[in-house]
């Protein structure tokens, strides 16, 4: 079995793969400082209560956008798992080319995410993230990731709403019965959540018309990617699964 660690700005997301068959997932926070300890004795707990031995656990692969906590994490998946983790990075395999300015400032949860949609979709596709920012990312036919928009993402919209006004208070981020709110909460929830399906199918057909690929699959992930795929039919997929679904290909390509 294989462990797929991606690791964003709010929380680590674990998943087992029994070769192609994702066989269970877990997550904890990342922004709480912990340990290589802390993290070994949490990841075995939460391995063992999801019925999956560590000593099933033959290989590991992390990708991170959080550089300080990869000391520790990756020393907890050596020192716990008795394996040494993949990291992500310049040098890794990914069967993409990154032919944007500058290749390095990409990160590697988007790589990961382009690897894991041209895979299984095929190119050209655009890979929406809504994760702590929205990303879009075009990768083309021949497997080039070629431009990449970054966003504020909805929870980001919503914490300088709540934050940075006296009296706006924290909501539920959910789509309201009617844009047409009468009240504070469903206005904020219509403004969010409107406004962000405003945003990804303005940018979804500017991406067409300045790429010219009117065959262009539009893929998404993330944790609030599903409320907004299901209120626009410019996005063909939802993908839960895609970033450990990347991860798990990168794997293969670089044990090989």
């Known amino acids: 079995m294989v462990l797929v660690i991606d690791v964003g700005n709010t929380n680590i997301t674990f998943g087992v793969y029994k070769k192609t068959e994702l066989v269970t997932t877990f997550r904890m926070m990342s922004n709480v400082s912990r340990t290589s300890d802390e993290y070994g004795m949490m990841i075995t707990a939460l391995l063992d209560n999801n019925g999956v031995p560590k000593e099933k656990i033959s290989g590991a692969i992390i990708a991170s956008v959080v550089p300080n906590l990869m000391h520790a994490l990756t020393g907890a998946v050596t020192k716990y798992i008795k394996v040494k983790p993949m990291v992500v990075g310049p040098g890794t395999k990914t069967g993409i080319k990154i032919v944007t300015e500058n290749p390095r400032e990409i990160g590697a949860d988007r790589i990961v995410d382009a690897v894991g949609a041209y895979e299984k979709y095929g190119g050209p596709v655009l890979v929406l993230d809504f994760g702590t920012a929205t990303t879009y990312d075009l990768v083309t036919d021949k497997g080039e990731f070629a431009a990449g928009i970054t966003a504020p993402g909805i929870k980001i919209s919503a914490k300088a709403l709540w934050n940075d006004t006296a009296k706006l208070p924290e909501i539920e981020i959910k789509k309201p019965k009617s844009i047409l709110a009468q009240e504070t909460i469903s206005s904020m929830q219509a403004g969010l959540v409107y ?54 290909i990168i794997y293969e390509k670089n044990a090989k």
Not at 218 to 242: H, K, N, W
């Open 195 to 248: 406004g962000q399906i405003g945003q990804t199918e303005y940018i979804i057909k500017c991406v067409k018309e300045e790429s010219g690929f009117d065959n262009l699959k539009v893929v998404s992930t993330g944790g609030l990617g599903r409320l907004i795929s299901d209120e626009t039919d410019m996005i063909d997929v939802y993908d839960a699964a895609l970033t450990l679904d990347g991860l798990r």
